[in-house]
């Protein structure tokens, strides 16, 4: 970011000493309040030679809020060290530069026993001005702030995406723009059309400072009251413009410690802070669905006028920041009336001004028709049987004229104003036979990847663009039968983890079974097949089919020899 770097904050704090600051009325501002950090809450009231008297202090504890616990007096290296690039702090900082305010006269950080610390800073510029600079931290978020103060009707709160401007009775909101060419008292930066550094964000989405000057333009009053309250009420009601014109007196750092401890032990706005940081987190929406009756409807079912009860199905959703989420595809609207029977599902779809994008599916199961009291009744689209072109204009219709007309359930491109969707499946593509009947095979069949499940361990679910994808999986197993290697010397199992098990089983060589004959040529005859002796090579016999010879005794398959396993009447 081009601009003033953060090195030139750093040269200026290791300077000597702090900034001297000349404002009027000095003795009024310390005489009304103060709290000077090396003493108050934590005893020893500093030497003489700081002009601070016990009646200020006494003063200023009276004002700090109860639930204080400790205060710190931040140097220039603990400022250093605290706030690095990665903190709005830093940035918010930076953006005081920008404006001319590049000196950093003093910092106090104060710790509530819940938790939560504010630290509050003053920066002067070239002509003696100061503005303040306020870091608010809970559990779960922080927030930094500028504020040029007049008095309690004349102020300006704000950070590099917005803030709110009081003079007086009127209140302008600002946005970035705006921002970037404000003027405070006292001069600023002559350059202009420089951006303003990012700040940690909140997912804004809008104009003017986005979703949390939204929320602090709601709050104007109440943190005007906490946050110019606090500096007020240290600094004195009766001092006016101090801090903005020089006229008499000096600031000197322990001055500037007991104003910075008395602001920031006011518990200043951090519930509105708070509050507004989280409601414009950049989160998700919230949708749900609910279903209700309003009112009778009728449908064509088999050739019979039926009467059905309307149900609308109506989409809600809640986002903390604006503009507010937009419904998108399948239901656009938000809301959709159904007349129909059995169970039914409608998706709904926010998406926020952030695209974050959230759905929510409402099932439910539509009540049960009954036979509608009238079955002849024109223009409803159905010919009952008993109907005629008389008494039903809808029984008046020629199929191939590519208008749905009569009993036709289409014609042609002519759908009848039906689709994949209101017919009960899944977005597709709803065609016409030419016997003018709704041809649905072309419609998705899948919502969700659970209408797909075939109750198959074997296949991979998926519902991809509305249609049911069962997908093999590789070397895998339901029933033994799956693992069927064509081997007779293996017993094949399907394991529980759905994975083939082929185990070889062999017998040893048994004696009960000697050869019938051995002249090959009378094998046939005796309906026997000719085998080799496994032990005596050229030596033959007859045994019975898929038998080997073995030391002139038939063995059956899978007898085991050597090494050697007998199948289909040879040795492998």
């Known amino acids: 970011m081009a601009g003033l770097p953060w090195g030139k904050f750093e040269k200026r704090l290791k300077k000597t000493g702090y900034w001297k600051i000349a404002i009027a009325a000095v003795v009024a501002v310390l005489a009304v309040a103060g709290f000077l950090i090396l003493g108050g809450f934590f005893g020893g009231q500093p030497p003489a030679s700081e002009g601070i008297s016990a009646e200020v202090y006494k003063a200023v504890n009276e004002l700090k809020h109860p639930d204080v616990i400790a205060q710190t007096n931040l140097t220039q290296e603990d400022v250093l060290a605290a706030f690095g690039e990665e903190d709005e702090f830093y940035t918010v900082l930076e953006l005081a530069g920008y404006l001319g305010y590049q000196d950093l006269l003093g910092t106090v950080r104060t710790d509530y ?306 689709d994949c969707k209101s017919i009960g499946y899944a977005p597709g593509a709803l065609t016409c036979t030419a016997d003018c009947k709704l041809d649905a095979s072309g419609c998705g069949n899948c919502w969700t990847d659970a209408d797909c499940d075939d109750a198959n361990a074997c296949t991979d679910d998926a519902c991809a663009d509305f249609t049911c994808k069962n997908t093999q999986k590789a070397d895998c197993c339901t029933k033994d039968a799956d693992c069927d290697d064509g081997d007779l010397c293996t017993t094949d199992v399907c394991n529980a983890g759905n994975r083939c098990e082929n185990t070889t089983t062999t017998t040893s060589p048994g004696y009960g079974s000697p050869q019938s004959g051995s002249d090959c040529g009378a094998c046939a005859g005796l309906g026997l097949e000719c085998r080799e002796d496994f032990y005596a090579p050229g030596y033959y016999g007859c045994c019975p089919q898929n038998y080997c010879l073995v030391d002139s005794f038939c063995q059956p398959e899978c007898t085991l020899v050597d090494g050697k396993i007998c199948k289909s009447g040879s040795w492998t």
Request: with cysteine.
């Open 113 to 418: 026993k819940d938790g939560n610390a504010i630290t509050v800073g003053m920066l002067a510029n070239s002509g003696g001005n100061v503005i303040f600079i306020e870091r608010l931290e809970a559990p779960g978020y922080s927030k930094t702030l500028l504020i040029s103060y007049t008095d309690e009707e004349h102020y300006t709160i704000f950070d590099a995406e917005g803030g709110i401007k009081r003079n007086g009775a009127d209140f302008t909101k600002l946005g970035k723009e705006d921002i970037l060419g404000i003027s405070l008292e006292g001069g600023m930066n002559p350059s202009k059309g420089i951006l303003a550094p990012d700040i940690i964000r909140f997912g804004f989405c809008d104009e003017k400072g986005g979703g949390f000057w939204d929320c602090i333009w709601e709050n104007k009053w109440s943190l005007g009251l906490s946050v110019v309250g606090a500096i007020a009420a240290c600094i004195g009601s009766g001092v006016g413009g101090a801090f903005t014109a020089v006229t008499a007196g000096l600031f000197t750092p322990a001055e500037i410690a007991l104003v910075l401890g008395c602001i920031g032990a006011g518990g200043s706005a951090l519930a509105i802070i708070g509050d507004c940081s989280l409601r414009s987190a950049d989160n998700a929406p919230s949708v749900d669905a609910f279903s209700q009756i309003t009112g009778d409807c009728y449908k064509c079912i088999s050739n019979k006028r039926m009467k059905l009860k309307e149900v609308t199905i109506t989409g809600s959703v809640e986002d903390d920041r604006q503009p507010n989420p937009t419904w998108s595809e399948p239901n656009a609207s938000g809301s959709v009336a159904v007349c129909d029977t059995g169970d039914y599902i409608e998706r709904f779809t926010a998406v926020d001004c952030g695209g974050n994008s959230v759905s929510e599916y409402e099932e439910i199961t539509l009540p049960e028709p009954e036979l509608a009291s009238e079955q002849c009744v024109g223009g409803d689209g159905c010919c009952p049987s008993g109907c005629t072109e008389d008494n039903d204009n809808d029984c008046i219709g020629e199929c191939g004229n590519n208008a749905a007309e009569g009993s036709e359930e289409c014609d042609g491109p002519d759908l009848g104003g039906k």
